[in-house]
């Protein structure tokens, strides 16, 4: 008897962790696109792209100066001017963890100076997947001189 109960308790534990995976791959691609809207609105400079991602509550936090920072939607997305993507630019996502309605994301951002390191919380409001915080941290790029070829001779 206690190896049926043992066995029924492990089914069932197998099957909860199962439909949690299951959502969670159903839901990938949807945060994904989240994202995507994100890094692509940053690329090209387009504001309501940008703010399409966030949720209304939205908010930047970062450290800076020896000052804790924060920046609210409206004030983060004044100041953004289309342009074309800069072939020095790249935007990438890290990683996504989900679990139910929230997730949380890495996004890598390279400029040609700037490594900018982006983590995002995410939750499922009526169906679409919202960014609603990000803090951000960003590191000069290192350069490598590299010595001047001498003549052979």
Same mark, same amino acid.
């Given at each position: /008897?206690?190896?049926?109960?043992?066995?029924?308790?492990?089914?069932?534990?197998?099957?909860?962790?199962?439909?949690?995976?299951?959502? %969670? +791959?159903?839901?990938?691609?949807?945060?994904? *696109? +989240?994202?995507? /809207?994100?890094?692509? !609105?940053? %690329? +090209? !400079?387009?504001?309501? /792209?940008?703010?399409?991602?966030?949720?209304?509550?939205?908010?930047?936090?970062?450290?800076?100066?020896?000052?804790?920072?924060?920046?609210? *939607? #409206? *004030?983060?997305?004044?100041?953004?001017?289309?342009?074309?993507?800069?072939?020095?630019?790249?935007?990438?996502?890290?990683?996504?963890?989900?679990?139910? #309605?929230? %997730?949380?994301?890495?996004?890598?951002?390279?400029?040609? *100076?700037?490594?900018?390191?982006?983590?995002?919380?995410? /939750?499922?409001?009526?169906?679409?997947?919202?960014?609603?915080?990000?803090? #951000?941290?960003?590191? %000069?790029?290192?350069?490598?001189?590299?010595?001047?070829? +001498?003549?052979?001779?």
């Amino acid at each position: /008897m206690r190896k049926v109960f043992l066995f029924i308790s492990f089914s069932f534990l197998s099957f909860n962790v199962n439909a949690q995976v299951n959502d %969670a +791959t159903n839901e990938w691609p949807l945060v994904q *696109k +989240t994202l995507n /809207m994100y890094i692509e !609105g940053q %690329a +090209t !400079g387009d504001s309501a /792209m940008v703010a399409s991602s966030f949720h209304e509550s939205w908010q930047l936090k970062y450290f800076a100066e020896n000052k804790f920072n924060i920046v609210t *939607k #409206s *004030k983060y997305i004044v100041g953004y001017k289309k342009h074309p993507k800069s072939p020095n630019w790249s935007g990438r996502i890290v990683f996504i963890d989900i679990t139910n #309605s929230v %997730a949380t994301a890495k996004v890598e951002i390279s400029t040609s *100076k700037l490594l900018f390191t982006d983590y995002f919380n995410l /939750m499922k409001i009526n169906q679409d997947w919202v960014i609603v915080d990000k803090i #951000s941290t960003r590191t %000069a790029h290192r350069t490598v001189e590299v010595p001047a070829a +001498t003549p052979k001779g």
